[in-house]
């Protein structure tokens, strides 16, 4: 038996609505929400909060879940939060794994980006949607 993987992102609006995203390190150097690996004894909306603060530095409240998805290839599930900062001050990298974090306009986000990370930005800002569970393929990149 396997233990399934956790993952938990966070959607994080500035006061012009730009969305916080970081940059890797590492495979790709693509832009990304800030999140990651739970951790083991950490619910989806623990790691969501540490994983913010771990790579930019910035402590956030999550506010609510905007969807699950489940990635068949990893046997994983990624939760992303919309997250409220608790106070606003400017992300900083502040893990080897991200050299850059900056706020985005959603509709001139940066490159090299992966379709996942568009579509879970784009559902977090539809709060319409009345769906929730998503399953996700191989990642397509605009590069």
């Given at each position: 038996?396997?233990?399934?993987?956790?993952?938990?992102?966070?959607?994080?609006?500035?006061?012009?609505?730009?969305?916080?995203?970081?940059?890797?390190?590492?495979?790709?150097?693509n832009?990304?929400?800030?999140?990651?690996?739970?951790?083991a004894?950490?619910?989806?909306?623990?790691?969501?909060?540490?994983?913010v603060?771990?790579?930019?530095?910035?402590?956030?409240?999550p506010?609510?879940?905007?969807?699950?998805?489940?990635?068949?290839?990893?046997?994983?599930?990624?939760?992303v939060?919309?997250?409220?900062?608790?106070?606003?001050?400017?992300?900083?990298?502040?893990?080897?794994?991200?050299?850059?974090?900056?706020?985005?306009?959603v509709?001139?986000?940066?490159?090299?980006?992966?379709?996942?990370?568009?579509?879970?930005?784009?559902?977090?800002?539809?709060?319409?949607?009345?769906?929730?569970?998503?399953?996700i393929?191989?990642?397509?990149?605009?590069?």
């Amino acid at each position: 038996m396997s233990n399934k993987l956790i993952g938990a992102a966070a959607v994080i609006l500035n006061l012009e609505g730009h969305v916080l995203l970081v940059k890797h390190s590492y495979g790709k150097y693509n832009w990304e929400l800030p999140g990651g690996l739970s951790e083991a004894q950490e619910s989806a909306e623990e790691s969501a909060r540490r994983e913010v603060l771990e790579e930019t530095g910035l402590k956030v409240t999550p506010e609510s879940l905007t969807g699950v998805y489940y990635d068949p290839g990893n046997d994983m599930h990624h939760f992303v939060f919309t997250c409220k900062e608790d106070s606003y001050q400017a992300p900083m990298p502040c893990s080897p794994e991200i050299v850059e974090c900056k706020y985005c306009a959603v509709d001139d986000l940066p490159r090299p980006i992966s379709d996942f990370t568009v579509q879970r930005i784009l559902h977090a800002l539809n709060p319409a949607s009345q769906q929730l569970f998503h399953v996700i393929g191989p990642r397509q990149w605009t590069e």
